[in-house]
Each structure stands twice: as structure tokens, then as C-alpha cells.
């Protein structure tokens, strides 16, 4: 099987993420001087935006080097790294916001995302933000057969495989209020993304604070 840093990387240059910022829920809770972490930036795509709007203080991190190549040389000016392992290279309470953007579907098991979460709330400063965007399970036939073959394979319902080999989940709301549960809830949104290959899936937006 193909691992998922292999393949994130050799779909860099290929790939265009489709789950959008919403600023009108983002700058209600973050100050244009706040130190903004993207974990799982890809080709740095939010950070740019967020620059976009008189963000100065941005930090993005990938696994993929391939992925931080192509941020670098779409905007030089903002610092992205990338790294080994779950490890952030920034000390305790050192943030202000930290954004997931469709980050925790590509990490299937739920002690590797219980990992990504606490690793965060690690570099949040207290009352820091988070920002998730992700995907939620969907009811159609098409989906209800990869989740019926992920299931005997992972183990997970909604966790399933792409032709091309990347291994990606939709999470239930139970999953979700796991994740958020440490944070005081500010914002939640169900809404409908399109997927980077185009189709549409059920989706949330959600931003947390530090308690």
C-alpha cells in the first residue's frame, strides 16, 4: 500500500483543495497580530488568503516536503516548514490560532488525530483558536459502499480509499464532539463542500477556544 506521505507528495503539484476560509467566522476571534499556525497548510493556500486580509504573524507545517516546496514558491514571505512527525516546532502556549483545514480526513485513526488535537492545544496559548474544517459521513449509495469496504478493512466506519491510493475518513458527529470537547465552542456550521476530486460531501466548520 502506498504510504500517505508518498502519495501526498507526489500529488503536490497536482492537487486544488476546495474547503474554503470563511473570514466572516475567523476575524470575530483572531486580531490581525495574532501568531497563526495552518497544520496540514498543502501549498499554502489559506495562509496566503489570511495574508490577504492583513495577517502578518503565519506559520504553516506539512509532512509533505513536496507540498511546503510549492507554498514556498507561491509566497516567500511566510514561514512554512516541513515536518517529520506530530512534533510542532514551536514551544508551549506560543499561539494564538492553529486551523485545521480538511486535515483530520486524511488521518484515519483516531489515536493519530487524538495526537494532532492535543499537539495543538500544546502551542495554543490559553484562550487560543482553533479552526476546523472537515467532512462529515454521507448517506448516499456511493459512499455507504466504501464506508461498508473501509469498515473491514480499518476497522472505522466512514474511512475509505481512493483509486489513487490515499486513504481518507468522513466522521460521524459523535467523532466530532470527541475532538471539540476539550474547547468552549464559538462557532459550528454543517454545510457542503466539494471535495478536490470534484464531488460533494457533507461537511462542518467549527472554532473552538482554549478553556
Keep these: 500500500m502506498i504510504k500517505q506521505n508518498d502519495y501526498w507528495n507526489e500529488v503536490a503539484n497536482k492537487k486544488e483543495f476546495t474547503t474554503p476560509f470563511q473570514p466572516e467566522l475567523f476575524h470575530?476571534?483572531?486580531?490581525?497580530?495574532?501568531?497563526?499556525?495552518?497544520?496540514?497548510?498543502?501549498?499554502?493556500?489559506?495562509l496566503i488568503e489570511l495574508r490577504g486580509y492583513d495577517y502578518k504573524n503565519l506559520h504553516g507545517v506539512d509532512f509533505s516536503e513536496e507540498m511546503i516546496k510549492r507554498a514556498k514558491s507561491n509566497d516567500s514571505e511566510i514561514d512554512?516548514?516541513?515536518?517529520?512527525?506530530?512534533?510542532?516546532?514551536?514551544?508551549?502556549?506560543?499561539?494564538?490560532?492553529?486551523?485545521?483545514?480538511?486535515?483530520?480526513?486524511c488521518v484515519y485513526k483516531n489515536e493519530e488525530q487524538n495526537a494532532i488535537l492535543n499537539e495543538i492545544k500544546r502551542v495554543l496559548k490559553p484562550e487560543g483558536i482553533i479552526y476546523i474544517n472537515d467532512f462529515l459521513l454521507n448517506n448516499d449509495e456511493r459512499n455507504k459502499v466504501r464506508y461498508k469496504e473501509g469498515i473491514a478493512k480499518y476497522h472505522t466506519y466512514g474511512v475509505f480509499e481512493l483509486p489513487d491510493g490515499a486513504i481518507l475518513r468522513h466522521h460521524s458527529e459523535e467523532r466530532v464532539k470527541e475532538w471539540t470537547n476539550q474547547f468552549e465552542e464559538l462557532e459550528y456550521r454543517e454545510v457542503v463542500y466539494t471535495t478536490m476530486n470534484g464531488n460533494r460531501s457533507n461537511g462542518l466548520v467549527y472554532i473552538g477556544k482554549v478553556k
Excluded at 81 to 94: D, E, M, T, V
Excluded at 100 to 105: E, G, P, Y
Design 28 to 46: 470575530p476571534h483572531v486580531n490581525r497580530d495574532a501568531a497563526i499556525l495552518d497544520y496540514g497548510c498543502g501549498y499554502g493556500r489559506t
Design 80 to 105: 512554512f516548514q516541513a515536518i517529520q512527525s506530530g512534533k510542532l516546532p514551536f514551544p508551549n502556549h506560543s499561539l494564538d490560532a492553529v486551523l485545521l483545514f480538511a486535515v483530520l480526513t
